[in-house]
């Protein structure tokens, strides 16, 4: 392992973080690896749009659950 994150500088031997990105590069103004940009935190909004997402997620994976009991029920 080089230390490094996607290459860019990130690892303990990189350049640091502002030494190699430009602004607006990724989904949140930084690394392409999640890094974040700028900033290292999520906002309070960022954190309700995951956590409802991850929600969705689980009630998905529940309505399965319970599809395949009544299955297992049925024969």
Known sequence: MSGECCGTGH?????GHHGS???GHGKK???CCGHGG???FRTKQEKIDELESYK???EKELNAVEEKIE???SH
């Open 29 to 31: 103004g930084g690394c």
């Open 71 to 73: 299955h297992i029920k």
């Open 21 to 23: 990105h430009k602004k």
């Open 38 to 40: 700028w900033r290292n």
């Open 11 to 15: 690892g303990r031997k990189g350049k």
């Open 56 to 58: 969705k997620e689980l």
